[in-house]
């Protein structure tokens, strides 16, 4: 059984940084690309960023290029979110997605974990 | 980019009843488009992708189609737990967006 577990939300300062991580489990790590997605309390849902199953290609949406990094271990079978100069508006909940298969759409999702960035 | 529409925004029905969401791509997507089913507090689950054809695991009571840009998620005999949010998502070029949601409510 494929399993996501997102870890590292919680309460930040406007401009300040937070790293997210997400343990993978239940299929072979390094075969697939994973994703963040991002949904703002109340609102849908937003994909942020993509990181290859070889690590050697990133994608970012423009709300959060040159200010989010994203990385993979497939060692360790982790990816993570570099989240800084935070804003009001990256207030939400951020899942972690696998691609289904070559393509970009998401088969197994995390539980998600909210991030608050409030003064 | 490609903008993502859906209709309607909130959809009342009951069960038992065959209901119809539709979606629009602003531009030619082929046929990458995913529907996913959200229910409150969880993450989305994937139903369809390839416009048309179903996960393994969701009922077949779920379908998908496509016209053109047009897309459409059919649910023939609306069940208790089919209440829900749903969201269509292109992903045929990036930035991969999704539709802004259809929320199914009981009647």
């Known amino acids: 059984e494929v399993q996501l577990l997102e870890s590292g939300g919680g309460l930040v300062q406007p401009g300040g940084s937070l790293r997210l991580s997400c343990a993978a489990s239940?299929?072979?790590?390094?075969?697939?690309?994973l994703n963040w997605v991002r949904q703002a309390p109340g609102k849908g849902l937003e994909w942020i960023s993509v990181?290859?199953?070889?690590?050697?290609?990133?994608y970012y949406a423009d709300s959060v290029k040159g200010r989010f990094t994203i990385s993979r271990d497939n060692s360790k079978n982790t990816i993570s979110l570099q989240m800084s100069s935070l804003r009001a508006e990256d207030t939400a909940v951020y899942y972690c997605?696998?691609?289904?298969?070559?393509?970009?759409?998401?088969?197994?999702w995390g539980q998600g974990t909210l991030v608050t960035v409030s003064s | 980019d490609v903008q993502m529409t859906q209709s309607p925004s909130t959809l009342s029905a009951s069960v038992g009843d065959r209901v119809t969401i539709t979606c629009r791509a602003g531009?030619?997507?082929?046929?990458?488009l995913a529907w996913y089913q959200q229910k409150p507090g969880k993450a989305p689950k994937l139903l369809i992708y390839?416009?048309?054809s179903l996960e393994s695991g969701v009922p077949s009571r779920f379908s998908g189609s496509r016209s053109g840009t047009e897309f459409t998620l059919t649910i023939n005999s609306l069940q208790p737990d089919d209440f829900a949010t749903y969201y269509c998502?292109?992903?045929?070029?990036?930035?991969?967006?999704f539709g802004p949601g259809t929320t199914v409510e009981i009647k």
């Open positions: 990181i290859s199953a070889d690590a050697e290609r990133t």
């Open positions: 239940g299929f072979t790590f390094s075969d697939y690309a």
């Open positions: 997605a696998k691609d289904r298969d070559a393509y970009r759409n998401f088969d197994s």
């Open positions: 531009q030619n997507i082929n046929s990458w």
């Open positions: 390839k416009a048309s």
């Open positions: 998502q292109q992903y045929n070029s990036g930035p991969w967006s």
